[in-house]
């Protein structure tokens, strides 16, 4: 893949004296991991710009599994996220970089990825809806396919005031029994809206997606999880 293409660092980290290891998600490639060489060097002229939410043109190169970064330009600057924003968008780039498959090709992702970061540098106020919808993005293009809509006992159309307890991989059945796995008609709707117009939907959303994406994660917790523990300690994680 040698032309310009769209890209995104997710994670770099020293590979050498001067070389950089680096994880990006592309428009045409999907996640791919290079080598930046002599980006350390204190007259590269890529110092500051290969930084996360930065939007870059990159073209690159090699046969490997770790190709080689030939050129990078910053489209414009970085976009400011701090504090809360900051730690939501490490927590994006470490679910991209967890979950996808390397070098496949996920475009439409990459401007959900993109409303994402945009909407965390512009919010004023939770980035809760930005984080839901994204992470709900992420499964439908990973192939995860749920009926929000519907019973899956029965076909009906969910109802605002019923209950319907989740089962993996066949969707929402009817229950009386009211437990994590449980979610009302109305958070359904929001679910299937990506709209989440109070604080108990949003909650919904928040324990579906952690439901749904356990899999892909398997046992290991996510980094950027505890670092937002451990700096913002009076508020919810991602």
């Known amino acids: 893949m040698e032309g310009w293409q769209r890209a995104f660092v997710l994670h770099s980290r020293p590979w050498s004296e001067t070389s950089l290891m680096l994880d990006l998600f592309t428009e045409e490639s999907g996640r791919v991991r290079l080598i930046a060489k002599g980006a350390r060097a204190k007259r590269s002229s890529l110092k500051g710009t290969l930084q996360p939410f930065t939007p870059l043109l990159v073209r690159f190169g090699g046969r490997g599994e770790i190709k080689t970064l030939r050129s990078a330009e910053a489209v414009s600057l970085a976009l400011p996220l701090t504090g809360t924003a900051l730690y ?13 498959e390397p070098e496949t090709r996920f475009s439409e992702l990459f401007f959900d990825y993109l409303h994402c970061i945009q909407a965390l540098a512009g919010a004023t106020g939770s980035p809760e809806p930005a984080l839901r919808r994204f992470e709900l993005a992420l499964l439908g293009h990973l192939g995860y396919g749920v009926d929000f809509l519907h019973c899956a006992g029965s076909g009906d159309e969910v109802a605002d005031d019923m209950t319907y307890r989740y089962r993996e991989e066949k969707g929402f059945i009817a229950s009386l029994v009211i437990d994590n796995a449980t979610f009302t ?54």
């Open 88 to 100: 939501s968008g490490l927590y994006v780039n470490e679910l991209i970089a967890r979950v996808l």
């Open 185 to 238: 008609g109305s958070q359904l709707r929001a679910l299937a809206s990506r709209e989440f117009p109070d604080a108990d939907r949003l909650r919904a959303a928040k324990r579906f997606t952690r439901i749904a994406l356990k899999p892909y994660l398997g046992g290991r917790p996510l980094k950027s999880r505890e670092l937002f523990r451990q700096f913002v300690p009076k508020k919810p994680s991602p």
